[in-house]
């Protein structure tokens, strides 16, 4: 309403002022004509500044000057600032506001020299009442308040947001450099220094082990202290801390683990199932199981793997004896190794079952594994290693007491009150007796996420991070919060962006340039890895014709049975093929010595699963060199990408120009021609 009020005064002024212009200018020609007529030329004086005309007028031009600066003043009014949201003009308004708001008091009166500044609108309608020599007739507007200045508030850096509420065990984790290592040497007692026995420090040695790496040296003691009572199978009235590491790929986590849960449980007498691993791949718990069994040779511990590759039934026979019905569970195996999937089936359905014994969790890649439920795993796994509360207790049922045990059962120690026709009685001297399992978490690229972290309720937990950044605690701490992972120092990144119409021609260009060979090409998904294998085996064929030796490349992915995959992965660990072409099915953790390039064929999405697959090179100190592929629309994503992780100075730019891609260009122009006859005849086959 105000604003059209004003702006119709304002016209109204306008017109009057514009009516009156012409009326003066129309009297002064007169004027000017007669006085030429009369022969006396004179007039107003240059140099004066006095805005009135002799005859009393004001000066039309210091009178336009003023309207246009009433205009100003009009189209400054808050008012219409409010609705444009433009606060540099607001900033000006104030600004000379303020200016006004110190004047020179000392000629006003007391009434004049009010504190309050009047309202650039009320001023504004004052001066318009002024020009239009009489007043509005509605009253002015005088006390709209200005809004006040915007301020920009605190805008905390990413680094401090990174730190809030940041688990209190996290902001104390143990920062170790990743250069650090120890020898394997024995002490007079025949013990390593970090604890390990003779007898694995000699089978190590066999495996060409000489060394404990950083995340092993740093381990070991808090595992296997010098107090040997806390190396103890049971430890229900202190029952160990739980521990969270992260480090690099290819840094030793699985031997970290491996060595102290078979000196741990090589004390045992009877055979319980006292440590569990958790890995996401069935590839990675065959790893796993082969690294325990190479350490473990000797120490008659008994290990055993279920993925679901085998029948169910095959895979009870081989976990428990189901012929007794025992509360303490039985168990033929001492550690077991496991996707969650079967664990799950196997805590759902096999008698005797139990986890009740365990000392070790071990849940290895354990971002991957947490981010996903598979039947709300954790919490089943979590439930079935703590004793029943009281109320638990007392509500299970019981059979009639008895003065003998029926029959020998085993229940650990946290559990005895369950013992069937044994009455509990429970005093307030009774010391609470909790599980001895000790949970431990692994991964190059472990979360900071607390929901996650609270639901695997973990006990004290110790942090471990591996990283370079100078080893300081803060840049650690730090660096693991922002999710800003650290990469093997041996390996050396490039990017090279191409159309993506180039990828399959650039991939062959690397191949036969650069000379990258034994190599791990990943792909977005299953159905590229096929094609891509296919078009490269035609680009092969036609470019052999040119008496080159053929690159053999394979695919390797979910589409395959687990027996071809398997035989697959051998021969290119044998190295009878080349390159593996695959999708992210064998990104994380799987340990081939010989891979010395990674090829991103297509970008990867994120930083973890950037940071899993470079990383499937530059193993343990070895060198390695990551390739990403990048599409020209996706070089923006995947840059803004490393950079967020600090991590865009390590990632140098490969130029190839389309001369160097030329000489292939003839064999990919007959490969793909014949992929798209392979394709054309396969889709008329299936129309069939
Ligand atoms: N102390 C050591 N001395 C020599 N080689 C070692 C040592 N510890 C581990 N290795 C070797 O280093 C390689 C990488 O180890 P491992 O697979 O445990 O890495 P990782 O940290 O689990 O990697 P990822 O995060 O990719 O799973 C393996 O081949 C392993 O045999």
């Known amino acids: 309403m105000c604003r059209i009020y004003l702006r119709c005064q304002k016209t109204k002024a306008k017109e009057r002022y514009l009516k009156g212009k012409r009326e003066r200018k129309k009297q002064r020609k007169a004027a000017a004509r007669e006085s030429a007529v009369a022969g006396n030329v004179g007039g107003r004086d240059d140099g004066e500044e006095d805005e009135h005309d002799n005859n009393g007028e004001k000066d039309p031009f210091i009178e336009e000057e003023r309207a246009s600066q009433e205009e100003r003043e009009f189209e400054e009014c808050p008012l219409l600032l409010q609705e444009d949201g433009d606060f540099k003009r607001l900033r000006k308004r104030q600004k000379l506001d303020n200016e006004d708001a110190i004047p020179d008091h000392s000629h006003l009166t007391a009434a004049e020299s009010s504190p309050v500044p009047s309202s650039p609108i009320s001023n504004f309608s004052d001066s318009l009442a002024e020009t239009s020599g009489h007043r509005s007739p509605t009253p002015p507007l005088t006390s709209l308040p200005l809004f006040p200045l915007p301020s920009r508030p605190y805008v905390p850096e990413k680094s401090e947001l990174a730190l809030q509420g940041l688990d209190r065990a996290l902001a104390r984790a143990q920062v170790v450099d990743p250069l650090l290592s120890t020898p394997l040497s024995l002490d007079e007692d025949g013990d390593a220094d970090n604890g390990i026995s003779a007898k694995t420090v000699k089978r190590l040695r066999d495996l060409g082990i000489t060394e404990l790496f950083a995340v092993q040296t740093a381990l070991l003691p808090l595992f296997l202290p010098s107090d040997r009572l806390k190396r103890s199978l049971y430890l229900p009235y202190e029952p160990p801390n739980d521990i969270c590491v992260s480090a690099p790929t290819g840094s030793g986590k699985t031997l970290a683990y491996v060595l102290p849960i078979i000196e741990i449980l090589s004390s045992r007498v009877v055979t319980r199932l006292r440590a569990l691993v958790v890995l996401p791949t069935r590839d990675l718990v065959i790893q796993v199981r082969e690294t325990f069994e190479a350490i473990a040779k000797g120490r008659g511990l008994k290990i055993a793997s279920v993925t679901g590759q085998h029948s169910f039934s095959h895979e009870q026979a081989q976990l428990v004896d189901k012929t007794v019905n025992l509360q303490g569970g039985s168990s033929k195996v001492d550690i077991l190794i496991c996707t969650p999937g079967r664990l799950m089936d196997h805590l ?17 890649e354990a971002d991957r594994l947490l981010a ?3 039947q709300d795993w954790q919490t089943r796994v979590l439930a079935a290693t703590r004793p029943p509360t009281r109320v638990e207790a007392d509500a299970a049922p019981r059979e009639g007491i008895v003065t003998s045990i029926p029959y020998p059962d085993a229940l650990a120690p946290g559990f005895l009150h369950l013992l069937r026709g044994v009455p509990t009685v429970f ?35 110790h942090y471990v991070v591996v990283k370079s950044s100078s080893g300081d605690q803060q840049s650690g701490v730090l660096g693991l919060a922002m999710e800003k992972f650290s990469i093997p120092t041996t390996l050396k990144e490039h990017m090279i962006v191409c159309n993506s119409s180039q990828k399959p021609l650039m991939l062959f260009h690397m191949v036969h340039t650069v000379g990258i060979t034994n190599a791990l090409v990943f792909t977005k998904s299953a159905e590229s890895t096929q094609r891509l294998v296919q078009l490269f085996e035609f680009f092969e064929i036609a470019l052999s014709t ?24 051998e021969k290119f660990k044998a190295q009878e093929i080349d390159m593996l072409v695959c999708s992210d099915l064998i990104s994380r953790g ?36 990551a390739w990403t592929l990048v599409e020209e629309q996706e070089a923006r994503y995947f840059k803004n990408m490393i950079k967020a992780a600090d991590h865009a100075a390590a990632v140098s730019k490969f130029r190839v120009t389309e001369q160097e891609l030329s000489p292939l260009m003839p064999f990919y122009q007959v490969a793909l021609a014949q992929l798209k006859d392979a394709y054309a005849y396969t889709s008329a086959r299936k129309v069939k």
């Open 427 to 461: 005093t307030d001297l009774d010391e609470k007796r909790e599980s001895s399992c000790q949970k431990l978490l692994f991964s190059a690229t472990l979360m900071n996420d607390p929901g996650r972290i609270a639901a695997l309720e973990l006990r004290n937990p």
């Open 372 to 374: 996903q439920s598979f």
């Open 546 to 569: 040119n008496n080159k030796k053929p690159v053999t490349g394979r695919a390797y992915s979910s589409d395959l049975s687990p027996s071809e995959r398997k035989s697959i992965l």
């Open 348 to 364: 759902n359905g096999t008698p005797n079952f139990s986890l009740q014994h365990l000392r070790f969790l071990v849940i290895d």
């Open 590 to 625: 799987i340990d081939i010595k010989h891979v010395a390039h990674v090829v991103n064929y297509d970008a990867p999405v994120d930083m973890r699963k950037y940071v899993h697959r470079v990383g499937r090179t530059a193993r343990a100190g070895r060198w390695g060199d």
